[in-house]
């Protein structure tokens, strides 16, 4: 009888959570099966910041675009640029982008295959049995793993089978259509520039956006409301920005959990990372940095556990996570309930963003991942001016 294969680490899912642990693991000597379907592409905006950059050696090629500036667009269509001082938020196309963090991940050392994860079990010692079936010709196989991390997206099929009450997360199903930017550009067209769209027609609880991709740009949007149709106001904002004849390469849609599962591991030998932790921003619904970070911090506490035995290190992936990005979860929590809530909202959310200090706090904290402390008497200053907004003092 043929052994069945053992690894340290089975990671379900390549996208940038399962990816980066993959490649941190294996950089470790550990014998890693990164597992993932081939084909498999979230819908995205594809903004990269610069810490992402810095902290996980991005490579430049990588960008097709960078962003100078954000505008956004109220739902009276009032218009605010806001630049990107001292330098840009990146751009990729997630096809391209995932893909290399799985080569990069394979060359340090990580088996990739390609499979559509189905069941854990337990072997007579105690071992888990994870077993898949193969993408290619749909056999089914299984390997022994020591530890599992969880990196299959939102609604994750490992979460649901053994962390407790993750099946209970909160979504916005996000869509988008890449198009191919045409050669004669429309009136206004930036390729250096992000417009979102505050608008209640084209998401009641979220944001339309429009971002560039050097030769293809991302357009899409998302909400909550299952009743709400996606396509109808992506291809409404198409035509609201003079691309609704630019060719369509592909669309996308899938859903996007807004608040981190209050648990990530099974306290023995499973822990989640990305998605399927629910590490997606609030009312941005960004995840690529925080996918990233996951996954490093998933792949740390896998290590520790392989090398003590101490399963207690599996719950360090989320308590550090949290430590360092509770506040601003919380606080964009807090915006996306009370001004995505109504156009009326949405139009003074937008009116509060032409303040310089608003809108260089809000980069400044964007950029690196962590609010910014300096400067205590703007941050007074806008206090209040939100408190005006919010109690329909300022005008609009």
């Not at 649901?160 to 009136?187: C, M, N, S």
């Not at 139009?347 to 980069?363: I, N």
């Amino acid at each position: 009888m043929q052994e069945t294969e053992q690894f340290d680490v089975v990671v379900v899912g390549g996208g940038p959570a399962g990816a980066t642990a993959a490649h941190d693991l294996a950089r470790r000597g550990r014998k890693v099966l990164l597992l993932d379907r081939a084909g498999r592409i979230k819908p995205c905006g594809g903004a990269i910041p610069p810490r992402a950059i810095r902290d996980f050696d991005i490579p430049d090629h990588l960008l097709v675009a960078k962003a100078r500036s954000a505008r956004m667009i109220a739902p009276s269509n009032k218009k605010v640029d806001i630049p990107i001082e001292n330098g840009y938020v990146g751009m990729v196309d997630r096809e391209v982008f995932d893909e290399w963090l799985r080569e990069r991940a394979a060359s340090s050392g990580a088996i990739r295959r390609n499979g559509k994860f189905d069941l854990i079990s337990t072997d007579s010692d105690g071992t888990s049995i994870v077993e898949y079936e193969d993408g290619n010709d749909g056999t089914r196989h299984s390997v022994r793993a020591k530890t599992i991390i969880g990196a299959d997206g939102a609604k994750s099929a490992v979460a649901k089978q053994t962390i407790p009450g993750a099946e209970k997360t909160k979504y916005v199903f996000a869509y988008h259509e890449i198009v191919k930017a045409p050669a004669l550009r429309p009136h206004d067209y930036d390729e250096s520039r992000c417009d979102v769209f505050y608008q209640g027609h084209l998401s009641p609880d979220f944001y339309g956006w429009v971002f560039p991709h050097g030769d293809t740009l991302s357009i899409g949007t998302g909400s909550a409301d299952k009743g709400f149709s996606l396509r109808n106001a992506t291809s409404s904002l198409r035509s609201t920005v003079g691309l609704a004849g630019a060719e369509t390469i592909r669309r996308e849609g899938a859903p996007l959990p807004m608040k981190p599962l209050p648990r990530w591991d099974n306290g023995r030998n499973v822990v989640l990372a990305g998605d399927a932790a629910g590490v997606v921003a609030p009312a941005s619904g960004e995840g690529i940095y925080y996918a990233l970070e996951g996954g490093r911090l998933a792949a740390d506490s896998v290590e520790e556990l392989l090398a003590t035995g101490n399963v207690k290190a599996l719950a360090k992936a989320r308590k550090r996570f949290m430590k360092d990005h509770r506040t601003v979860f919380f606080v964009l929590g807090i915006m996306q309930y009370f001004w995505y809530s109504n156009d009326k909202r949405r139009e003074r959310f937008v009116a509060m963003c032409e303040d310089r200090d608003v809108q260089r706090l809000t980069f400044e904290s964007y950029m690196n991942k962590k609010l910014v402390r300096k400067d205590p008497l703007a941050h007074v200053k806008i206090f209040f001016k939100d408190m005006g907004h919010l109690l329909g003092m300022t005008k609009v």
